[in-house]
C-alpha cells in the first residue's frame, strides 16, 4: 500500500518559516519524481516546486528565492523549507509523487500565515 504522509504545517506570522516533510512507503522512493502542490481556498491547485530523481528542482515564480525542496533517499523523505512565508501562501500543500504512470498524492497538510 503506497502512503504519503505529510507533516510539519500549522500558523505561522508573514515572515516566519516552516518546513514540511513528506514521508513514503510502499515505493521505491529513489525513482520517483517528488513535489509540492498547494490548493488555496477557491482556486485550483498549483506546483509549488518539484526536484527530479537526480535531483534538480524548479519552483513556482512565486516562491522563487524562498522555499527550498529537497529529498532524502535513505529516508524515502522528501521536505520543502519555506522562509519569508506570506498570507498569500495560506493553502493545504500537498506531497506527489510520479514515476511514469504511476503518481500518489498524500492527504495534504494545512499552512496558515497570518498575523
Known amino acids: 500500500q503506497v502512503q504519503l504522509v505529510e507533516s510539519g504545517g500549522g500558523l505561522v506570522q508573514p515572515g516566519g518559516s516552516l518546513r514540511l516533510s513528506c514521508a513514503a512507503s510502499?515505493?521505491?522512493?529513489?525513482?520517483?519524481?517528488m513535489a509540492w502542490y498547494r490548493q488555496a481556498p477557491g482556486k485550483q491547485r498549483e506546483l509549488v516546486a518539484r526536484i527530479t530523481t537526480g535531483g534538480r528542482t524548479n519552483y513556482a515564480d512565486s516562491v522563487k528565492g524562498r522555499f527550498t525542496i529537497s529529498r532524502d533517499n535513505a529516508k524515502n523523505t522528501v521536505y520543502l523549507q519555506m522562509n519569508s512565508l506570506k498570507p498569500e501562501d495560506t493553502a493545504v500543500y500537498y506531497c506527489?509523487?510520479?514515476?511514469?504512470?504511476?503518481?500518489?498524492w498524500g492527504q495534504g497538510t494545512q499552512v496558515t500565515v497570518s498575523s
Open positions: 506527489n509523487g510520479k514515476w511514469g504512470v504511476h503518481e500518489y
Open positions: 510502499g515505493i521505491i522512493f529513489s525513482i520517483y519524481a
